[in-house]
């Protein structure tokens, strides 16, 4: 048996994880920071979702520009690097705030300036603006020490992020408080030797990201896709026997997926919680929060839940996030909650992106967010949900319809107000997507055959369920169908499953926008001759 290395659960630097010989898990990932770091001057800006290793990036680069090299022996990066030089370094985390108003914006920014300052013995004199302050800093610093100053800037949005879910103007208002603080950047250009910029998202406007000293977004450089993140590889070569007698399918639909034209690779949060639970399968990333704004945003949205997977963008609305436009699939793929499937060249016209959810915690974990949101069966309701799922898998079809019935029934009447949804099949389609999906059902909408589209499929290891929905059709008469079956017979929706092997049953299913709920419910085992 392998020794196994300690995982670091809580190690918050990078000097921590390697001083004095810690026995820690350590995944290399110098050789992307020698690529960035080789020339003698560079800008980056890279966007990941939260808890993806880029604050623990940035604290391997002060490491690295402060030169402590005892702690890179065994690395790539350490016969490459010239440890004659130390360069000073100034840290700016945004990230260990909860921004409620614009003075914590200015304060949490006055706080990281001064304590930069009192590192390096600098006397800041009273400043009119954050970005004058900034530029100040940075000169001096670059007077004192006689060498170039190495900026790493961590979660330079998460202002921004925390204001979002603002009704009022608060967002637009941090945005212009960091663009102004920002600004001293491109102004100090050279008195700095190398900057780096990690965020969720990529705020266009913010006013560094042009001109003759801008950022170069490695967000989708494919030579930089896991410099973030565990690959199969590392897993493979790096884990000792973590991994032994462990289901690595099960642990790859879970967690893996993430795709930045690089190779594929694992949330490391959760392959590291994973890991110290002892192999159990759970909602780890999901579960340690969200951002505020996605539960608002995404109940705004135009998009259902069943419509994100396989939806394509262009390449420039898909890297960029503006704040009068509201862009929601752009926010939730940089968010972390889509993921990009397919890279689509258009000749003449660069690439487009086809987009999907990345794996089955943030599948499941997404429909419950809009699932709950939507409803009123939250946590303390989770038995409404074990009985709909037991009904599924059981194949006991009349305890399903009463528990779709009762959560449809749990919807606030003010869900309605204002607006027509409960008129289209859509709407119920994506409702009971989401609450099936959040129960871990294997769901998928709008199935594309050759004679149609199927409203809905649902799978269980024993039987396929075809679905067909319909609004206001006429109750059917005893001995009838029904217009939901009568579709599903007419256009044979269950042929491509004829020879699975499993049990097929079609459902027809009809609402009622008076009722705002299912009026008539008829399943129907095919009988193969």
Not at 238 to 257: H, L, P, R, T
Request: hydrophobic share 35%.
């Amino acid at each position: 048996m392998s020794q196994r290395q300690a995982l670091p659960i809580g190690i918050q630097t990078f000097e921590d994880l390697r001083i004095g010989g810690a026995d820690y898990l350590y995944i290399d990932k110098t050789a992307y920071i020698h690529e960035m770091t080789k020339l003698t001057k560079g800008y980056y800006f890279l966007s990941r979702p939260r808890r993806f290793g880029k604050s623990m990036l940035c604290s391997t680069m002060q490491a690295l520009f402060e030169g402590k090299q005892e702690l890179f022996e065994g690395l790539y990066i350490h016969d490459k690097w010239d440890w004659s030089e130390q360069y000073p370094v100034v840290r700016i985390d945004l990230g260990a705030t909860e921004y409620k108003d614009i003075d914590d914006v200015e304060a949490r920014i006055w706080k990281v300036l001064r304590n930069n300052a009192l590192l390096f013995e600098i006397e800041l004199e009273p400043q009119t603006s954050l970005g004058s302050a900034l530029e100040e800093l940075i000169f001096k610093i670059h007077q004192k020490c006689n060498l170039k100053v190495v900026v790493l800037i961590d979660e330079y949005d998460k202002p921004v992020q925390d204001t979002l879910s603002n009704d009022d103007d608060l967002a637009a208002r941090s945005l212009s408080v960091l663009r102004g603080f920002y600004s001293a950047i491109k102004a100090s250009d050279q008195h700095i030797r190398f900057c780096f910029m990690t965020g969720i998202t990529k705020f266009t406007g913010v006013g560094l990201f042009s001109g003759a000293n801008n950022f170069k977004d490695i967000t989708l450089s494919p030579k930089y896709g896991s410099v973030c993140g565990f690959t199969q590889q590392e897993l493979d070569t790096c884990f000792g026997d973590y991994f032994e007698d462990i289901d690595m399918e099960e642990v790859k639909a879970w967690y893996n997926g993430y795709n930045y034209l690089g190779d594929p690779v694992y949330n490391p949060y959760d392959i590291l919680l994973f890991l110290s639970e002892e192999g159990r399968v759970d909602n780890y990333w999901w579960d340690s929060g969200q951002p505020s704004f996605i539960t608002k945003i995404f109940s705004q949205g135009k998009v259902m839940p069943y419509q994100i997977d396989n939806l394509v963008l262009p390449s420039e609305e898909l890297k960029q996030f503006d704040l009068n436009h509201l862009n929601l699939v752009s926010l939730l793929w940089q968010a972390g909650y889509l993921t990009i499937a397919e890279q689509i060249k258009i000749p003449m016209r660069g690439y487009r992106y086809r987009m999907a959810i990345p794996n089955n915690e943030v599948q499941v974990s997404l429909n419950k967010l809009f699932f709950s949101d939507l409803t009123t069966l939250r946590q303390s309701s989770q038995h409404h949900n074990y009985k709909a799922y037991d009904a599924i898998i059981d194949n006991q079809l009349g305890d399903f319809e009463k528990a779709i019935k009762a959560m449809f029934a749990s919807i606030p009447y003010n869900n309605y107000v204002q607006n027509n949804i409960n008129k289209f099949e859509g709407y119920y389609a994506s409702v009971i997507y989401a609450y099936l999906m959040a129960l871990g059902l294997k769901t998928r909408t709008e199935e594309a055959i050759s004679s149609g589209r199927i409203d809905m499929v649902l799978e269980t290891f024993t039987h396929i369920y075809v679905v067909e929905f319909k609004v206001n059709a006429p109750k059917p008469k005893d001995g009838e169908r029904g217009e939901a079956l009568d579709q599903i017979h007419e256009k044979k929706y269950y042929k491509p499953y004829l020879n699975d092997g499993r049990k097929i049953v079609l459902i027809g299913m009809h609402f009622s926008d008076e009722e705002k709920n299912l009026n008539w419910f008829k399943p129907e085992e095919l009988k193969i001759d």
